[in-house]
């Protein structure tokens, strides 16, 4: 990837990392030194200062003094860490190029006057008004995810993808029944996963009306208990139907709107739920482990982003499975 993003995306003059104070820029160093694969392709242990500063200016990011030492500390942590573990992650190519993430409109932002400041790392200029995303920065973290995922699938993890506005919402269905995912495409109920005991309660629910509907148990009850019964079964259906064969709190959730989300989010940093959160222009990037930062209004851009995931796990559940 580190390759493809050399010869494809145009250098920017806009960092496109965050301070080494930030909780994104920590996030992106602790899993499993993917970012140093990607951004940072020549850093090792032996890498010097002077390397790092010059890598920085050709991928237009002035590094002060301490940048530099933290970066290069980190790096050179993931790196013994990796051989202390005898392996070494694999460099793996999800064919992000810079035409078609045009083509899908993934780097328009919001109007300037509604944009969230933390968001600056990630905008590389404004048009008519309106901020446009750095690129480069969006193949960088989106290559991070599907690395992420599909060890996450390689493991066998549970993934849940959530989208709930009705641009996302067939999107996100189609996309998690294509990678064996749950979904939650209609509403997030408070407490969906902080009060698991209560979810289960209402699947086991949703399971029992199904049953009787198949069987036939309805009919043969009185016209207005049946009613009753029929439209908690389809309002159960609508929001419990992407989950209801979850058994469990999931391990890595997908949010496809942080702001419409937000209920979901939250949740997921209650539990301590890694979470990779799609980010406009009015987004905090520190909130999410993994952050993207992409047009989460426009479908086409919903659909590319989520494509990439279905195909990063599902090729870590055929790794699984062969193995």
């Given amino acids: 990837m580190a390759h493809l993003l ?45 390397k790092l500063v010059s890598w920085g200016k050709s991928e237009g990011i002035n590094l ?30 999800w064919n992000i190029n810079l035409q078609e993430m045009m083509e899908a409109g993934i780097h328009f932002g919001h109007a300037t006057r509604k944009w969230n400041p933390r968001m600056a790392p990630y905008i590389s200029a404004k048009h008519k008004g309106i901020h446009v995303i750095n690129l480069t920065a969006t193949a960088r973290y989106l290559s991070v995810a599907c690395d992420l995922v599909f060890e996450a699938a390689t493991k066998k993890k549970q ?34 996963l902080t009060n698991w005991s209560t979810t289960q309660t209402r699947l086991d629910k949703l399971k029992d009306l199904t049953v009787q509907q198949k069987t036939g148990r309805f009919d043969r009850l009185p016209k207005q208990n049946a009613a009753i019964l029929k439209r908690q079964l389809s309002r159960l259906q609508a929001y419990l139907g992407g989950i209801r064969y979850m058994t469990r709190v999931p391990d890595v959730v997908i949010l496809v709107d942080q702001l419409e989300e937000y209920t979901a989010l939250r949740e997921c940093i209650t539990l301590g739920i890694p979470t990779i959160c799609l980010i406009d222009t009015n987004c905090d990037p520190d909130l999410a482990d993994i952050s993207i930062p992409a047009n ?28």
């Fill in 6 to 50: 050399q010869t494809t995306f145009l250098p920017s003059s806009a960092a496109v990392i965050p301070s080494p104070q930030s909780r994104s820029f920590r996030v992106r160093v602790r899993v499993d030194a993917k970012l140093r694969e990607i951004s940072t392709p020549a850093l090792s242990t032996t890498m010097s200062q002077g």
């Fill in 64 to 93: 002060d003094k301490g940048e530099t030492a933290f970066v290069a500390s980190a790096a050179a942590t993931a790196t013994a860490g990796a051989v202390e573990s005898g392996e070494m992650a694999a460099r793996r190519y």
């Fill in 159 to 192: 993934f849940l993808i959530v989208g709930t506005n009705n641009r996302a919402a067939d999107l996100v269905a189609r996309a998690a029944i294509r990678a064996r995912c749950h979904y939650v495409n209609k509403k997030w109920l408070g407490g969906m």
């Fill in 296 to 323: 989460d209004d426009a479908v086409a851009s919903i659909r590319l982003i989520l494509n990439k995931f279905v195909t990063a796990i599902s090729e870590g559940r055929s790794r699984a499975d062969e193995v």
